[in-house]
């Protein structure tokens, strides 16, 4: 029973670790020849056995230091990780292909947007918390942006939303307890914001086939010998 309320303690844990790690981590990915040991390959774009360790290495020195790491939870992480830069190389391909991409004035509207939620110097101490620079830090923003524009100009088309959808979504989320999105009192607000959620649940719901089909596209390695060996490591 311990064991297991320290399994979910830690899945829980490398959730939340993954989705700010994907705010703040940086991830190399390159084209042409590399003299370091290539992990994933994607067409000519590639992840490195270095990259993916220091990922793994800074995801579980997240967790509590006084526990020791249970086997099954690290090949969660490492299996999590190799799956989500595979799934980033697609799409930087992809961006590649339908000429996509982010403006340096996209970008700065964002960074200033992120910098204006942090009090003075709190980003700045967050950055070098994390051991990241800015400007590392800066060019994985731009890839990941780019990512969200392609899922969107890809995905945005499929989606249509009914007015029963809409009715449906407020009464299962919102009706039953009264309250109401974000508070708002105006109903076209409240209309705009169902309405996005419902966008963005559909969105998630294709993600998984669309990406599936996408593999399917692209010259896909996984340097079989490197993750037997990063597996097998006690």
């Given at each position: 029973?311990?064991?297991?309320?320290?399994?979910?303690?830690?899945?829980?844990?490398?959730?939340?670790?993954?989705?700010?790690?994907?705010?703040?981590?940086?991830?190399?990915?390159?084209?042409?020849?590399?003299?370091?040991?290539?992990?994933?390959?994607?067409?000519?774009?590639?992840?490195?056995?270095?990259?993916?360790?220091?990922?793994?290495?800074?995801?579980?020195?997240?967790?509590?230091?006084?526990?020791?790491?249970?086997?099954g939870i690290l090949a969660e992480i490492q299996v999590r990780i190799l799956n989500q830069l595979t799934e980033r190389l697609i799409l930087?391909?992809?961006?590649?292909?339908?000429?996509?991409?982010?403006?340096?004035?996209?970008?700065?509207?964002?960074?200033?947007?992120?910098?204006?939620?942090?009090?003075?110097?709190?980003?700045?101490?967050?950055?070098?918390?994390?051991?990241?620079?800015?400007?590392?830090?800066?060019?994985?923003?731009?890839?990941?942006?780019?990512?969200?524009?392609?899922?969107?100009?890809?995905?945005?088309?499929?989606?249509?939303?009914?007015?029963?959808?809409?009715?449906?979504?407020?009464?299962?989320?919102?009706?039953?307890?009264?309250?109401?999105?974000?508070?708002?009192?105006?109903?076209?607000?409240?209309?705009?914001?169902?309405?996005?959620?419902?966008?963005?649940s559909k969105k998630e719901a294709l993600y998984r086939e669309w990406m599936t089909t996408l593999e399917k596209q692209y010259t896909l390695?996984?340097?079989?010998?490197?993750?037997?060996?990063?597996?097998?490591?006690?």
């Amino acid at each position: 029973m311990q064991h297991r309320h320290w399994r979910h303690r830690c899945l829980g844990i490398l959730g939340a670790i993954l989705v700010a790690w994907a705010g703040f981590l940086g991830c190399s990915e390159s084209k042409g020849p590399v003299s370091q040991e290539v992990l994933i390959q994607v067409n000519d774009s590639v992840v490195t056995v270095e990259t993916f360790e220091r990922m793994v290495r800074e995801t579980t020195n997240d967790f509590p230091k006084d526990m020791d790491m249970d086997p099954g939870i690290l090949a969660e992480i490492q299996v999590r990780i190799l799956n989500q830069l595979t799934e980033r190389l697609i799409l930087i391909e992809r961006a590649g292909e339908l000429n996509l991409q982010i403006s340096d004035a996209e970008l700065e509207e964002v960074i200033a947007s992120i910098k204006a939620d942090y009090p003075k110097g709190e980003f700045d101490r967050v950055l070098l918390e994390q051991a990241v620079s800015f400007q590392q830090w800066k060019n994985d923003l731009r890839i990941r942006l780019l990512m969200v524009k392609v899922v969107d100009h890809e995905l945005e088309p499929r989606i249509q939303i009914t007015p029963e959808e809409i009715s449906s979504y407020y009464e299962k989320h919102y009706g039953a307890s009264g309250s109401e999105p974000d508070k708002q009192k105006d109903d076209s607000n409240i209309d705009a914001i169902i309405v996005q959620q419902v966008r963005n649940s559909k969105k998630e719901a294709l993600y998984r086939e669309w990406m599936t089909t996408l593999e399917k596209q692209y010259t896909l390695k996984v340097n079989q010998v490197a993750w037997d060996r990063i597996v097998s490591r006690p």
